[in-house]
């Protein structure tokens, strides 16, 4: 028998039978009593006051009952405060999803539904924070979530029972602000409550603002009724041009400590491409490496320019592309490089597998043949594919 139920029976051997109908969990140093009802919790309490003040340990109660009170406090709006207005650099290609943000969060239900779209790392998400923030601040209530948060906050709320207090606190907000909701395909249930929140939002003029990465027409497994309803307010794309990178640049070097000088911004502009999100990784390494003389750079090969591009964005260099190894992530990346060698260079299995150091063509067709499968089999790898042809074509100038 556990310790502390031996020490209440020392005291008391009828209290031992009703201790026995809580749940107690007991460590070196403490105890802890879950009672179903806040009404035993008092007795609990109480109980130990009068009689047990003196055991070793200590002794915490709680009841379940409160727990599940908690659960049913309004929803978090998990609005990340370094995400605002005040940090956004605006420029041409953003500054007019940035002017009617900043009116939507002034005026929630003006333009609703605002549907922004546009490429990855160009500064979306945090547009959604900064109207998130500044609504908050002009005393609305807003809420963000990412597509699939607000799907399995969903789905665990229809396993536990609540489906009506999640309808209820999505309803009951000024903004809604969905994030990534291109993730929402093939989730049936999630748009089905997705599109009775939307319903009763706008009918109560309320403010909806979604952001995906490709126009809602691009948008596949989600339903038309849905889809429709996106696309029936004001669509926007966000970009980014050359002018407003520099800005970035200038703003995000001096941010991070670093010279604003003529060099410094070459530097950056020359080795990143059109994010934000890749232009701040790069000048945050910059600090701590600094410049890097320049090697000649050669100009590399389209094949070549390819597989770096896949190796950059599986996080490895070139050089693992090649290497005789069985790691996965290298075998995930050699085979989507060669996949995308064959789609968008048009090259022959074995031209591929000389590329790659490989003996003869069947290892090229292999590799690809199980893209391809993977592709039909895993959506989320479908996506990343398809965004990674994207921002080949967009690189290499392919069409
Ligand atoms: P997205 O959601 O479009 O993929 P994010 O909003 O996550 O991109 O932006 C990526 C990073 O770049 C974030 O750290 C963000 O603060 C920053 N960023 C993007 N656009 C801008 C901008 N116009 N001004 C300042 N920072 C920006
Ligand atoms: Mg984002």
Same mark, same amino acid.
């Given at each position: 028998?556990?310790?502390?139920?031996?020490?209440?029976?020392?005291?008391?051997?009828?209290?031992?039978?009703?201790?026995?109908?809580?749940?107690?969990?007991?460590?070196?140093?403490?105890?802890?009593?879950?009672?179903?009802?806040?009404?035993?919790?008092?007795?609990?309490?109480?109980?130990?006051?009068?009689?047990?003040?003196?055991?070793?340990?200590?002794?915490?109660?709680?009841?379940?009952?409160?727990?599940?009170?908690?659960?049913?406090?309004?929803?978090?709006?998990?609005?990340?405060?370094?995400?605002?207005?005040?940090?956004?650099?605006?420029?041409?290609?953003?500054?007019?999803?940035?002017?009617?943000?900043?009116?939507?969060?002034?005026?929630?239900?003006?333009?609703?539904?605002?549907?922004?779209?546009?490429?990855?790392?160009?500064?979306?998400?945090?547009?959604?924070?900064?109207?998130?923030?500044?609504?908050?601040?002009?005393?609305?209530?807003?809420?963000?979530?990412?597509?699939?948060?607000?799907?399995?906050?969903?789905?665990?709320?229809?396993?536990?029972?609540? $489906? @009506?207090? #999640?309808? +209820?606190?999505?309803?009951?907000?000024? *903004?809604?602000?969905?994030?990534?909701? %291109?993730? =929402? !395909?093939?989730?049936?249930?999630?748009?089905?409550?997705?599109?009775?929140?939307?319903?009763?939002?706008?009918?109560?003029?309320?403010?909806?603002?979604?952001?995906?990465?490709?126009?809602?027409?691009?948008?596949?497994?989600?339903?038309?009724?849905?889809?429709?309803?996106?696309?029936?307010?004001?669509?926007?794309?966000?970009?980014?041009?050359?002018?407003?990178?520099?800005?970035?640049?200038?703003?995000?070097?001096?941010?991070?400590?670093?010279?604003?000088?003529?060099?410094?911004?070459?530097?950056?502009?020359?080795?990143?491409?059109?994010?934000?999100?890749? $232009? @701040?990784? #790069?000048? +945050?390494?910059?600090?701590?490496?600094? *410049?890097?003389?320049?090697?000649?750079? %050669?100009? =590399? !090969?389209?094949?070549?320019?390819?597989?770096?591009?896949?190796?950059?964005?599986?996080?490895?260099?070139?050089?693992?592309?090649?290497?005789?190894?069985?790691?996965?992530?290298?075998?995930?990346?050699?085979?989507?490089?060669?996949?995308?060698?064959?789609?968008?260079?048009?090259?022959?299995?074995?031209?591929?597998?000389?590329?790659?150091?490989?003996?003869?063509?069947?290892?090229?067709?292999?590799?690809?043949?199980?893209?391809?499968?993977?592709?039909?089999?895993?959506?989320?790898?479908?996506?990343?594919?398809?965004?990674?042809?994207?921002?080949?074509?967009?690189?290499?100038?392919?069409?």
């Amino acid at each position: 028998m556990r310790d502390f139920l031996l020490f209440v029976e020392n005291r008391d051997r009828f209290a031992v039978g009703l201790f026995r109908q809580f749940k107690i969990e007991e460590t070196p140093s403490r105890v802890l009593i879950i009672t179903p009802t806040l009404e035993q919790k008092k007795w609990v309490l109480e109980y130990i006051r009068a009689r047990l003040s003196d055991y070793e340990k200590e002794i915490l109660v709680r009841s379940q009952e409160e727990g599940k009170k908690l659960q049913e406090d309004p929803p978090k709006d998990n609005l990340l405060p370094s995400y605002n207005f005040e940090n956004f650099v605006v420029g041409k290609s953003n500054q007019l999803a940035y002017r009617i943000c900043l009116e939507v969060s002034m005026n929630p239900g003006v333009y609703s539904p605002l549907f922004i779209y546009g490429g990855v790392g160009l500064g979306k998400t945090h547009l959604l924070h900064a109207v998130g923030n500044r609504a908050r601040s002009n005393g609305y209530k807003a809420l963000y979530r990412q597509a699939v948060e607000f799907s399995e906050e969903m789905i665990k709320s229809l396993k536990e029972g609540k $489906i @009506e207090t #999640f309808r +209820k606190a999505y309803s009951n907000v000024d *903004i809604l602000l969905l994030d990534d909701v %291109q993730f =929402l !395909s093939g989730k049936e249930r999630t748009q089905v409550e997705l599109f009775r929140v939307f319903e009763a939002l706008q009918s109560a003029e309320k403010q909806i603002v979604l952001v995906s990465d490709r126009h809602p027409k691009d948008i596949r497994d989600v339903s038309e009724r849905l889809l429709s309803r996106f696309a029936s307010g004001l669509i926007l794309e966000i970009g980014l041009d050359k002018e407003t990178k520099l800005s970035i640049i200038k703003n995000k070097l001096l941010l991070f400590g670093l010279p604003t000088d003529k060099r410094h911004i070459d530097y950056v502009m020359e080795n990143t491409g059109y994010s934000v999100r890749e $232009i @701040e990784g #790069f000048i +945050k390494t910059l600090k701590f490496t600094g *410049i890097r003389e320049e090697q000649p750079t %050669q100009a =590399l !090969s389209k094949e070549e320019d390819l597989i770096k591009h896949v190796a950059k964005y599986f996080n490895l260099r070139t050089e693992d592309l090649k290497r005789e190894t069985r790691e996965r992530k290298v075998l995930k990346a050699r085979q989507t490089a060669m996949y995308l060698c064959r789609t968008l260079l048009h090259m022959s299995y074995s031209e591929i597998a000389r590329l790659f150091g490989k003996p003869d063509h069947t290892s090229a067709l292999y590799s690809i043949k199980k893209v391809e499968e993977k592709k039909q089999q895993d959506r989320k790898f479908a996506y990343t594919l398809e965004m990674l042809e994207k921002s080949i074509k967009k690189h290499l100038g392919l069409n």
